[in-house]
């Protein structure tokens, strides 16, 4: 059974930096490509980022690039959100995704609980 457990969210101001980490297991970790969404009260749940199985071609909606950086560990089935120059408008609950395949153009096989991310004005 696939598990996504996620860390670091927390409360920080606008303009301060969180990482966010998901570590997976019950699956070969390099195989799959992993993925970040995001759900702010009221709202659908939106895509954040991915990156494939190789850590290569990281992929971002457009208003986090140049703020948040996806990279990955396959040594330690992990990967991490790391975010700049955060907004009040990406306060969310922030859920790690494992895809079905390497590429992130395919189907979800896991979801993890999510971490809270809360940004003050």
């Known amino acids: 059974q696939v598990q996504l457990a996620e860390s670091g969210g927390g409360l920080v101001q606008t303009g301060g930096s969180l990482r966010l980490s998901c570590v997976a297991s019950?699956?070969?970790?390099?195989?799959?490509?992993m993925g970040w969404f995001r759900q702010a009260p009221g709202k659908e749940r939106e895509f954040v980022a991915a990156?494939?199985?190789?850590?290569?071609?990281?992929h971002y909606i457009d208003s986090v690039k140049g703020r948040f950086t996806i990279s990955r560990d396959n040594s330690k089935n992990t990967v991490s959100l790391q975010m700049s120059s955060l907004e009040p408008e990406d306060t969310a609950v922030y859920y790690c995704?494992?895809?079905?395949?390497?590429?992130?153009?395919?189907?979800?096989?896991?979801w993890g609980q999510g971490t809270q991310v809360t940004v003050s004005s």
């Open positions: 995704v494992a895809y079905s395949r390497s590429d992130y153009y395919s189907d979800f096989q896991s």
């Open positions: 990156i494939t199985a190789g850590g290569l071609m990281p």
């Open positions: 019950g699956l070969t970790f390099s195989n799959y490509a």
